[in-house]
């Protein structure tokens, strides 16, 4: 009995959690967890870098100050050549040249048409709502976390009461087999197997306290949060299937990553860019030695066209790879996540029906006990058959135990595929 019963208890644990007297708190206690706050930051940088998206549909301004020495007179400004003829024939005007050269100004440059920009602002768009999705399944998985841990701790609890229970029991017959020894009515191996018989029970009342600790650690990592046993569990709706939503984070990546492949594409198309510059500079006249200042400006169209890149091809090609394997990654989850949702909606009635039926079948053992202390007493029954009836009865309430934790983390492992919310699934 002793192995069975370690085999069902060591079934597959979650290693996380949480704990106070409302499941709600673990749920709020998250929330300020770290792992939380690293998936709100994303979603923050994200949004970051959707603006720095939507910045280069702005204009770039730049203000600047400059001296420049020359060898021999250099202009302040281009000069038409009508003014160069006059200036030629009165050599006493005050001329435009000098060799040293103070400038000021500001400068203007502004995309009209550069298509990859707005490929790469889509993609921002898109990144940002993929990043919210990421961080809605991953508190998900995290808040069905806690509600695996806690029907652990249930599972746990109610299994070491019900080995008291038994273990109480044995205790009074034990009393009874020491009267029976004492009166020679019975051999000493009686009382030999029914303390053997108890000491197992504390051996697995200790190994259920050494992994209860365990869980309630890993649920103060989480959550923060100290718990001496488990929270209440009552349900209150259940799973919503449809659409995969658990695959919305790796969807909004595909999407975003085949924009990137268009965008470096497109930077092979032609550009149109509007630039302008101001200029203000001073100087003293190299023919009279005067203070002049001239101003000046441009404003021009600039039609970009690249002819030949290589590091762009190169890029186009890695982006190319990145959207296959992001591809491949989303058909493999998706025949993964449609299959381990098909398997637990039809486990979900079956696990349901071994918990009805795991109680009435301790409704019974617990009658066949009772019998069965009767027929030992009566000397009907030998020790080893009697103590296998307590065994029977523990075995099976661990079942049970087993069985209603199995469904608690059934439920919300469709509450992630699905992306249903499990805090009103479970109060």
Known sequence: MQKKLLLILFFPLVIYGQEVR???TLFDSLKTHPSTISDEITVEQSDAGKSMAYSHLFPNIDLFGRYDYSSTAAGLLPLPLNEMFTFSKNPALTQPFSQN?????ASISMPIFVKSIYSMVSKASIMYKSAEDKKYINLLKNEALIVSLNANLTYMDALGIALEQNKNSLLKTKEFVTIKVNNGRAPESSLLKINTGISQLDVTKNDIALQKEEVLAAIKTLTGVSLKKAVPLIQTGTFTDGEIRALDPLR?????DKLDLRAEKEKLWPMLLVQGNYNRSFAKAYNNDKDIAENYY???LVLKIPLFSMD???QIGKSAVEVKATENELNKMSLELTSQAEQLQNSLPLIESSIQLYNNSIKDKEVLLTIAKVSYQSD???MEDYLKYEDDLVLEKSKLFKSQAQKWQTLVKLAII???SIEEMVK
């Open 22 to 24: 409302n499941i709600g």
């Open 101 to 105: 050269i103070y400038r000021v100004g």
């Open 252 to 256: 909004g990546k595909l999407e975003a």
């Open 298 to 300: 441009t404003v021009g």
């Open 312 to 314: 762009q091809y190169s």
């Open 380 to 382: 009907q029954m030998t």
């Open 418 to 420: 699905y992306g249903n």
